[in-house]
């Protein structure tokens, strides 16, 4: 992508993205696909056999795998070389949190660990506290955990910040009083990034030891899933922190907060979609291997349907994630670890692409959940006991849409980073919306004439589908203006057309160029999971645009406007059921998802 003009959050919703600007799977490196392996080889060798230990939190086994894991680089792919990491590319990082999310509960430790718990020292410290502190977590010795949450803050986390932060006498330290909860890797970790408020004004950011005085934890909470992870509170009783652990700046703890969230929603997208595909293989194994009226279930059409809608569903949220993925890479490129203000550029180009996480976000766990819900439906009976791993698959699945921001506060955020945007004149979009305006009202924009070409129509109803956004949105925009803000049934609406726009267009660019590197045949599975994904979503666009426009008029204003989303969002059904055929017919080939690298 370095020759291409890079495009920026939110601006793929202007107009056709070129497909070069789109990172797909195909297009990994030989060091992606060794890292694929590499991790693949140590989720099935070394977590999977201990499993049993890790549901029972045994810490000795989750710290020597934790080891072992920094042993093989799969903890330091973010941390420079010069703290003891490999410092590869976001790819790279994805490439791993892919595969590792087909380890269950494992998968929530190490995340926390990579993620929360390393990147706010390797953006936000300085070069004596990564010196001090990234070498041992990139090892795996020491394990990190990220204490930002309290009781009765829920998702307003700075606004509800109670965790004070007081200057001692002797200037040496400063004192924290106050207790996190819900703190992933709580029961193991040595080291914490924990928020709190200096002289209870400026929200400010920590490292902290456990062995610091007046630091400890609570009980380990009993959860629905994840039960291999360690969860608890954090408790702070005047609690000394040397002066020199204030990460970054006094004041500055939101920016770390929301910064990092950023990458942890992308990277929760990626674990999301390691874990679906992992159910598709349980799945598509025991369609195969249960038989009932004498024939395996496999056979049946109905069990066919769900094997394909679960490898449509896994494979548009895959086209997007990494095309969100590359975009921040290429944000990235020529941002040296060795520039003093690597931090804050590195966190301005992470995120310019604040839409594009929160869709991932969204996207990911929320397909996550589909799957292992279909999942435990395919095996019936069986897929309700404890025996197979689907239904430990299904608990686990659930706390994905509670965790780095509430899939509805990244519902709020999607269309609250569009239109501030917007409103600064870095996307026009408000003018982009009066020019359609417009257009619908004086011609169908939907009388065009589509090039002979394999998904052509796909293609030009992506489009239009991110016009109906613009619509619909613009719209929203002019009815409410300031007042927008409290129309969330509207802005969830809108937010979800934005995340299957995306998902749409990810879909059509991946299989566009599927086509040009394989050839039609090689690429038909492309062009069905496509066509197949979009005709689903395509007539649950509508319903989400008629439903926000009734919210806004009523008589002949609403009927215009409704008039105005039939235009732009009007399509010819497919035929679903052979397109469904052909895709469980190849995951049923391959025993799982179809697509390999």
């Known amino acids: 992508m370095a020759d ?22 195909e297009e990994f490196s030989d060091e992606h696909k060794m890292i694929l392996t590499t991790t693949a080889d140590f989720v099935a060798g070394d977590i999977v056999p201990m499993d049993e230990q890790i549901e029972a939190k045994d810490h000795a086994v989750v710290k020597k795998l934790m080891a072992s894991a920094g042993e093989l680089g799969l903890l330091g792919s973010d941390v420079p070389e010069e703290f003891g990491g490999l410092g590869l590319d976001k790819i790279s990082t994805a490439c791993i949190t892919e595969e590792i999310g087909k380890s269950g509960s494992f998968a929530v430790a190490q995340g926390a660990h990579t993620g929360i718990g390393t990147l706010p020292i390797v953006y936000y410290g300085n070069k004596e506290q990564k010196e001090k502190y ?22 307003d986390a700075v606004g509800g910040c109670r965790t004070k932060a007081v200057l001692s006498e002797d200037g040496k330290h400063y004192i924290l009083n106050g207790e996190k909860m819900f703190i992933t890797n709580g029961g193991w970790a040595e080291t914490f990034i924990v928020f709190a408020k200096i002289d209870n004004a400026e929200f400010s950011a920590f490292i902290v030891e456990r062995d610091f005085p007046g630091v400890s934890t609570g009980a ?37 907060a929301m910064n990092v969230l950023n990458i942890g929603r992308y990277k929760l997208g990626c674990a999301a979609i390691g874990g679906a595909k992992g159910a598709l293989t349980q799945s598509a194994k025991f369609a195969k291997d249960r038989s009932q009226f004498g024939m395996p279930i496999a056979e049946f059409g109905a069990i066919q ?10 494979y548009a949220a895959e086209s997007s994630i990494f095309r969100s993925v590359g975009l921040i890479d290429a944000g990235l490129e020529g941002i040296s670890h060795d520039d003093p ?19 991932d976000k969204v996207l990911g766990s929320e397909v996550l959940d589909y799957v292992v819900d279909e999942c435990v439906q395919i095996h019936g009976g069986y897929g309700y006991v404890s025996e197979y791993p689907a239904e430990r698959a299904y608990r686990d699945a659930r706390i994905n849409r509670i965790f780095e921001g509430t899939n509805e506060i990244n519902r709020m955020t999607i269309p609250g980073e569009l239109l501030k945007r917007a409103m600064k004149g870095k996307l026009p979009l408000m003018a982009a919306g009066q020019k359609l305006l417009g257009e619908i009202m004086e011609y169908s924009p939907l009388m065009v004439e589509l090039p002979d070409e394999p998904l052509a129509y796909e293609a030009h109803m992506a489009e239009m589908a991110k016009k109906a956004v613009i619509f619909v949105a613009g719209l929203a925009a002019q009815t409410y203006m300031q007042k927008l803000i409290h129309q969330q049934e509207i802005l969830m609406r809108v937010a979800d057309m934005v995340i299957e726009s995306f998902a749409m267009e990810s879909c059509v660019l991946r299989a566009k160029k599927a086509i ?22 395509l007539p649950q666009m509508l319903i989400w645009a ?19 989303a039939r235009k732009l969002l009007k399509y010819q059904p497919a035929n679903g059921v052979a397109l469904r055929r052909a895709v469980a017919a190849r995951v049923l080939d391959k025993n799982g998802y179809p697509l390999s690298y």
């Open 220 to 256: 380990e909470e009993h959860k629905m899933g994840i039960n291999g992870s360690s969860t608890t509170t954090v408790i702070l009783e005047d609690a000394q922190v040397p002066v020199e652990n204030l990460l970054y700046e006094k004041g500055k703890g939101a920016t770390i």
């Open 305 to 314: 349907e769900k094997l394909a809608k679960m490898a449509a569903k896994i």
């Open 134 to 155: 990234l070498p041992d977590l990139a090892a795996g010795t020491k394990i990190a955990a990220y204490g930002l949450t309290e009781a009765g803050a829920g998702s």
């Open 516 to 537: 040009d590197a394989l050839g039609e045949e090689k690429a038909q599975v492309y062009m069905d999971m496509t066509k197949a994904y979009m005709d689903e979503v």
């Open 341 to 359: 203000e690597y931090g804050a550029k590195a966190s301005a180009a992470i995120r310019e692409y604040a839409v594009e996480c929160s869709i």
């Open 4 to 25: 291409k003009e890079i495009p920026q959050g939110g601006g793929f919703l202007l107009g056709p993205t070129d497909p070069a600007a789109a990172f797909v799977p």
């Open 546 to 564: 008629n439903e926000s426009l009734a919210a806004m008029s009523e008589g002949d204003d609403l009927r215009t406007m409704m008039i105005g």
